[in-house]
């Protein structure tokens, strides 16, 4: 697996525009003939948009990097984000459901980090706007690292390293070690984790032969039987709410943050970014393969039983969508 | 942290001989007259003895490095070697004593993996004599991985790229996936976290100042109170078994393997190597800091109060210990 460079994530703006133009060029001498359905798509940028209110800078991503891998943030002590975010399993986990505090196995399944900074609602149920709203919740999560944030909080003030860390990326603030600043930090650091250069996108920006014959059969499938209405934008997904109810499956999902009786059963719409080694699939992650996925949706959100060349077609398509692994640290901690 | 690479390792000879003709030619130059106390000790080598039925090989180092990072052969499906013998935290887990599955938290602290090559046994009571014996072990500990080992090698049969993997480190084998060789790839690679060129390590190879003035007072403290009768050699352990019950332990140490009345609360001499990074300390890791864990061994081990300054001097002398980390990826698992 290729990993890209953090530094080249941070200059961001001449490599999209060196990539602009050279799909144009490239475009004006060979043609696939399917030009409208590239039109359909976004390539994936290297960074996803920034929050006003949190820029990202080398010192917050280094922390965050920190403490993406602590796991004295948990009250067990052995249990850190990259557990369950595995950057070996594709910043996931690749069980059904995720098991976290005590062994506890929890309702759903580990959404893979990558790329979550392009999606406009966190978790399964949408229930935080954005990674610095979603940063703590696992940390505090019973089933997962069930720790009281505060003592988390006074965990790392015992260490002059973080005190340091901290200070560097929040140079303006008398007491940096705080909630805000924990999920300022861990936010930026996942804002990096970001796969950006494949096959798909090398495509859509102009290297007409990044895809074979098949997956750009599986690529018009998926447009014309309207996969693309939910799995669209450059994170291929709306971040839209839709009804679901996979087998095994009785959660409630987006009624769980709501309570509206129209919020039953639906659930934010997944990437598929990375899908092919972010296995298993659906919210309790009880399909194994693609192939069952594709079938399951096109089931169950297309009302229609896809044919099984369409499925390998499709599926082909979507193992496209493997980006380059995002280059981070394995930090010594203190 | 200085990381030093892999491919420098399998490349012994030449640096090691190098090495020694500069400590020579260095010597014969300047001397600190502390010649007598550096000839006490020997500096780390890049890698350890091999045995003669595990030849080192690449392919054993790349596939063992995916096995120490793969969770799936836990019984949890989360845990991995890496997650006590954590890379982040000095290849061990930083608390008093070790958490597994299901949140179970075992009698004892876990060792660190690094230099555990040099060790002549492995675990706190010796039970095994090498890493190839020692690998097994925490897969199948009921509150360590939980994981029948069957199973575990099932699972990794159902990979092709493990099939792949076990095929290229163990070319001759119909059956490649089996307990033996899991055990042979994951000790090769654990043979390779090896942390050389401490600034100790510089100091015996003849540069002098690689120590200070605290630091050599240290070293000889540590001599002249006999603390290097039992810590000596290459990993500053005997690999002995020595009776010491340290405050808070009733663990009957080497006593559990052999039921020999004389062996009871004798444990393994810990290696002191990188100590300073693989706090905290003591069978039961109920000391903190190394001055406590000197003073302890003081009194326990050597039957007197050392004066703070001697113990100061020693911690100091400690801290020269750590080494460069080794390198290791985190692997892409299938």
């Not at 600043?181 to 930026?188: D, G, H, I, Q, R």
Request: with cysteine; net charge negative; charged share 25%.
């Amino acid at each position: 697996m290729k990993h890209h460079s953090r530094p080249a994530a941070l200059r961001l703006l001449p490599a999209l525009v060196a990539g602009a133009t050279m799909a144009v060029s490239a475009a004006a001498i060979a043609d696939d003939g399917l030009g409208d359905y590239r039109d359909r798509f976004e390539a994936l940028p290297h960074l996803p948009p920034l929050p006003a209110d949190n820029s990202l800078t080398e010192e917050k991503i280094e922390l965050g990097n920190m403490l993406f891998f602590e796991p004295r943030i948990s009250a067990s002590g052995v249990i850190s984000c990259a557990t369950c975010h595995n950057p070996a399993l594709g910043w996931s986990d690749r069980i059904p459901r995720a098991v976290g505090h005590d062994g506890q196995v929890g309702e759903r399944n580990t959404p893979t980090v990558l790329n979550s900074g392009f999606l406009e609602a966190q978790f399964w149920d949408g229930r935080e706007p954005d990674l610095e709203g979603q940063a703590l919740g696992p940390i505090e999560a019973s089933v997962e690292m069930a720790m009281d944030l505060d003592m988390a909080l006074e965990r790392l003030q015992e260490f002059d390293l973080y005190q340091r860390h901290f200070k560097e990326a929040f140079p303006d603030e008398e007491s940096p070690i705080n909630r805000d600043n924990l999920a300022k930090s861990l936010a930026s650091f996942q804002r990096t984790l970001t796969t950006p250069n494949s096959p798909f996108d090398r495509y859509l920006r102009g290297d007409l032969d990044a895809l074979n014959e098949q997956e750009k059969e599986g690529m018009q499938a998926f447009v014309d039987n309207g996969c693309i209405a939910c799995h669209r934008g450059p994170a291929l997904t709306d971040s839209q709410f839709h009804a679901i109810q996979v087998p095994g499956s009785t959660d409630l999902g987006r009624y769980v943050v709501t309570e509206e009786e129209s919020d039953k059963y639906r659930f934010r719409t997944p990437t598929l970014r990375n899908v092919a080694v972010t296995y298993p699939y659906m919210n309790n992650g009880a399909t194994e393969t693609l192939e069952e996925a594709v079938a399951i949706m096109g089931e169950e959100m297309l009302g229609r039983e896809l044919e099984e060349q369409t499925i390998a077609d499709i599926t082909a398509f979507l193992h496209t969508l493997t980006g380059e692994m995002p280059n981070f640290e394995v930090p010594a901690l203190p």
